[in-house]
């Protein structure tokens, strides 16, 4: 049997780590400290939740060369994605306004997705609102380095792959 970890279990497990995430942003939400997702906490949800139905469609695939390239691009796209959420909410953090009221608000919550799961994809909380950290950082910052990883891994993925004849 061979040590080696194969691409299937790879992306998999970049999978897991992603439904692993939005549990745990479920969890804040309805757990005992009630933090209400920010309209920028709703878009990373949605990054989270492509990257983990790449990386579960690459595990099931268990593409080649050129699939594992098309697969790390769809992968890097949504974690950049990801990585800019987070930066915006990051800059929107203490002040006074309420990102509710404003353009990006109004589009997450008129998406069909915020009917069809609200409880989950809905924009109730405001980007000022400051909870207690976890770990001595606070979410919008662990989001942010979880997309960094999911980017950096996309991109090593990436450059194996055409490194591959």
């Not at 000022?128 to 662990?142: A, D, E, R, S």
Request: glycine share 8%; aromatic share 12%; with cysteine.
């Amino acid at each position: 049997m061979s040590n080696k970890i194969t691409l299937r279990i790879f992306f998999a497990a970049i999978a897991l780590v992603c439904i692993g995430l939005l549990l745990t942003a479920y969890q804040l939400q309805y757990g005992p400290q009630h933090q209400q997702p920010c309209p920028y906490c709703i878009l990373q949800r949605y990054a989270y939740m492509a990257i983990a139905l790449v990386s579960l469609a690459a595990a099931i695939h268990d593409p080649a060369r050129t699939g594992t390239i098309v697969y790390a691009l769809l992968m890097d796209l949504c974690a950049v994605a990801g990585v800019a959420f987070a930066s915006l909410q990051l800059g929107k953090t203490g002040l006074a306004e309420s990102c509710l009221a404003d353009p990006v608000g109004d589009f997450v919550n008129t998406l069909p997705s915020a009917n069809w799961w609200p409880e989950y994809l809905f924009a109730t909380g405001g980007c000022g609102t400051q909870f207690p950290p976890i770990l001595g950082l606070n979410v919008p910052v662990w989001s942010l380095i979880w997309f960094g990883v999911f980017a950096a891994i996309s991109m090593g993925l990436l450059l194996s792959a055409l490194r591959r004849r």
